[in-house]
Every structure is written in structure tokens, then in C-alpha cells.
């Protein structure tokens, strides 16, 4: 917690502490803002004269709580938090720049919300920015992801319904561990009961989800985006086997996680994984990468790749 908020700015964090933890103790209260408990007393004290009641409660189960019915200030926004919101909002989103769209329906009415001094720009910045659409990024459904993130929270099991990139669709049993959003995409990061193994999903690609009523732990210390990144080229239809002449330290800022894992190997390296697709597999991610390598493993890989090679070799040899 930074040290130069003001009292009001404290206060209002006291207030956030207070709506997530009811019964926190100035003690707690005090540790959670990084100030003494005559401090956080203080800023209890500055919520009450605002009219915010907020009541004690004595004893081992006592505590800071908000009275019933409390009804909190309106969010205010600095005309450059405003105008952050809705770049991040574009950069994200860009179809949110059309009002008829789900994610600009809702920033419309953040932005009308606002005093007209700061509304005013955020507007103007909304109606005259071009976001230019990520290729690689796809919005799945927000009834899918909302029923995706009850699962996570309350550790419950479900059934997802999954149709892949061909079409087939396919039912599968999984504890859902976390949702993470990486390169545009969002995936399901899950422990797949059929498969024994940890499985990432892409969400967009997730047609339905049923509960099972049975409830799961997942791993202590879970870091979803580094077990995301680990898994991401894993599980796939085909499998591949690339190994590279330059050693790993080199070859490795051209992987991206989802192409597989590379281990070194000798004076080079091998870089193990899958894939759904192995013409782009080998178009656009193997061939942008400048250091020699052979295609070991994975047949379907080393066809896409001779017919990506017999094109280019057409492309640059002269008519008989």
C-alpha cells in the first residue's frame, strides 16, 4: 500500500475491506492497509461521518461490519482513469467500439454515467478511435465463461461440451482450475478426469456446461499462467518432434508456449509438443524461425511442411 494516499483514498480502501471481509478487526483492518490500529480506527471513523454506518460488533466473532441496507458512494472516475478504461476497453475489445455490441452496450453506460467534464472525452475518444482486431483473438460466450467462473470459485466439477477447430464435438468430465487469458485467447485451465492429465481449453470453443455436484481441490500453489504456458502445446490431435542445431538459450525467444516444450539437447536443442493444426504449425511458427532444424517426429508435420517447401521452391524457380 502506498504511502502517499490520502486519508479519504484510505478510508475508501477501509470500505473495500469492509464490503469483501464483514467482521474484520481493526487489527486486520489495520494490517490490510499498511497502517497502525489507531489508524484504521480513524478511517472507520471518517466512514461513519459520511453517513456510511459501519457497526462494531464485540467479542471473539466481532468485528468491523456495514449495516444493513448500506448504500455505497458512486464510483468517480479522473477524466484520465476514464480515458484508460476505454483504451483498455478498444485494446481488448475493439468491436466495443459499436454500440450495438455486447461489451460497447455496457461501456456506454459507464461513459454516460460519468460527469459530463470527464464523460465528454471518454466519448469523443470512443466514437473517433480505430481498434484494429487481433487475428488470433476470439470472445467466447459470456454465459459459457460465467458458468466456467461459478465452477472455478466454488470448486465444483463439470461437464463441457468442447467442438474443435474440424467441428467434432466431444463431452468430457473436468475439475475447472482457473480461466487465464493469454495471447488474445481465453482457455480453461482444467485437470481432465478421462484423460488423467491437465488439459487447457480455449473457452470460445466451449459449447455448454453441466455441473456434476461432485467437488475437487486443486493443486496448493497453483500458478494458472505458468501451468497454462506448460500445457498449452500438449494434448493435441498430432505430435511433433523439432530439433534445432543452436542451443536452447538462442532458439528459445522464437517458442511461443503453445508450439511445446524445448529441452536442450547436446550442442542444440529439441522442442517436444503437439499441435491441431500442423500446416500452421509449420507455416507460421516454425518458419519464421532463423536457425536450422529437422522435423523428427510427427507425420502429419513433415507433410505440411514438404508442401509448404515444394511451394516456395515453385515460387523461385524460372518457367521451362
Given at each position: 500500500?502506498?504511502?502517499?494516499?490520502?486519508?479519504?483514498?484510505?478510508?475508501?480502501?477501509?470500505?473495500?475491506?469492509?464490503?469483501a471481509r464483514?467482521?474484520?478487526?481493526?487489527?486486520?483492518?489495520?494490517?490490510?492497509?499498511?497502517?497502525?490500529?489507531?489508524?484504521?480506527?480513524?478511517?472507520?471513523?471518517?466512514?461513519?461521518?459520511?453517513?456510511i454506518?459501519?457497526?462494531?460488533v464485540?467479542?471473539?466473532?466481532?468485528?468491523?461490519?456495514?449495516?444493513?441496507?448500506?448504500?455505497?458512494?458512486?464510483?468517480?472516475?479522473?477524466?484520465?482513469?476514464?480515458?484508460?478504461?476505454?483504451?483498455?476497453v478498444?485494446?481488448?475489445?475493439?468491436?466495443?467500439?459499436?454500440?450495438?455490441?455486447?461489451i460497447?452496450t455496457a461501456?456506454?453506460?459507464?461513459?454516460?454515467?460519468?460527469?459530463?467534464?470527464?464523460?465528454?472525452?471518454?466519448?469523443?475518444?470512443?466514437?473517433?478511435?480505430?481498434?484494429?482486431?487481433?487475428?488470433?483473438?476470439?470472445?467466447?460466450?459470456?454465459?459459457?465463461?460465467?458458468?466456467?467462473?461459478?465452477?472455478?470459485?466454488?470448486?465444483?466439477r463439470?461437464?463441457?461440451t468442447?467442438?474443435?477447430?474440424?467441428?467434432?464435438?466431444?463431452?468430457?468430465?473436468?475439475?475447472?482450475?482457473?480461466?487465464?487469458?493469454?495471447?488474445?485467447?481465453?482457455?480453461?485451465?482444467?485437470?481432465?478426469?478421462?484423460?488423467d492429465?491437465?488439459?487447457?481449453?480455449?473457452?470460445?470453443?466451449?459449447?455448454?456446461?453441466?455441473?456434476?455436484?461432485?467437488?475437487?481441490?486443486?493443486p496448493?500453489?497453483?500458478?494458472p499462467?505458468?501451468?497454462?504456458?506448460?500445457?498449452?502445446?500438449?494434448?493435441?490431435e498430432?505430435?511433433?518432434?523439432v530439433?534445432?542445431d543452436?542451443?536452447l538459450?538462442?532458439?528459445?525467444?522464437?517458442?511461443?508456449?503453445?508450439?511445446?516444450?524445448?529441452?536442450?539437447?547436446?550442442?542444440?536443442?529439441?522442442?517436444v509438443?503437439?499441435?491441431?493444426?500442423p500446416?500452421?504449425?509449420a507455416?507460421?511458427?516454425?518458419?519464421?524461425?532463423?536457425?536450422?532444424?529437422r522435423?523428427?517426429?510427427?507425420?502429419?508435420?513433415?507433410?505440411?511442411?514438404?508442401?509448404?517447401?515444394?511451394?516456395?521452391?515453385?515460387?523461385?524457380?524460372?518457367?521451362?
Open positions: 500500500m502506498p504511502n502517499d494516499l490520502s486519508p479519504t483514498a484510505r478510508a475508501l480502501r477501509a470500505l473495500e475491506v469492509l464490503q464483514p467482521g474484520t478487526t481493526a487489527g486486520e483492518l489495520a494490517g490490510r492497509l499498511g497502517v497502525t490500529e489507531r489508524a484504521a480506527r480513524r478511517y472507520v471513523g471518517i466512514l461513519r461521518e459520511a453517513g454506518p459501519v457497526e462494531s464485540r467479542g471473539p466473532h466481532g468485528g468491523y461490519r456495514l449495516g444493513r441496507g448500506t448504500r455505497l458512494p458512486p464510483v468517480h472516475f479522473t477524466q484520465s482513469e476514464a480515458l484508460g478504461l476505454v483504451m483498455a478498444l485494446s481488448g475489445q475493439p468491436a466495443a467500439a459499436d454500440p450495438d455490441d455486447l460497447g461501456l456506454g453506460k459507464v461513459v454516460k454515467a460519468l460527469p459530463e467534464s470527464v464523460g465528454q472525452q471518454a466519448a469523443m475518444l470512443r466514437r473517433y478511435a480505430s481498434a484494429a482486431p487481433d487475428p488470433l483473438s476470439a470472445r467466447p460466450d459470456p454465459a459459457i465463461t460465467s458458468e466456467l467462473v461459478d465452477a472455478v470459485a466454488a470448486r465444483l463439470v461437464l463441457v468442447y467442438r474443435s477447430e474440424a467441428g467434432n464435438e466431444w463431452e468430457t468430465e473436468v475439475d475447472p482450475w482457473s480461466i487465464v487469458v493469454r495471447y488474445g485467447r481465453w482457455y480453461l485451465l482444467c485437470h481432465s478426469r478421462r484423460a492429465a491437465i488439459r487447457t481449453y480455449r473457452v470460445d470453443r466451449i459449447v455448454a456446461v453441466r455441473p456434476t455436484g461432485h467437488g475437487f481441490e486443486p496448493r500453489g497453483l500458478d499462467v505458468a501451468v497454462l504456458e506448460e500445457n498449452l502445446g500438449v494434448g493435441w498430432f505430435a511433433t518432434r530439433v534445432f543452436a542451443p538459450s538462442e532458439v528459445a525467444p522464437w517458442i511461443r508456449p503453445p508450439m511445446g516444450r524445448l529441452e536442450p539437447l547436446g550442442d542444440g536443442c529439441l522442442l509438443g503437439s499441435t491441431r493444426n500446416h500452421m504449425y507455416q507460421e511458427w516454425l518458419a519464421r524461425i532463423p536457425f536450422a532444424f522435423i523428427e517426429g510427427g507425420e502429419e508435420l513433415r507433410a505440411a511442411a514438404e508442401a509448404l517447401a515444394a511451394r516456395l521452391t515453385a515460387a523461385v524457380t524460372d518457367p521451362p
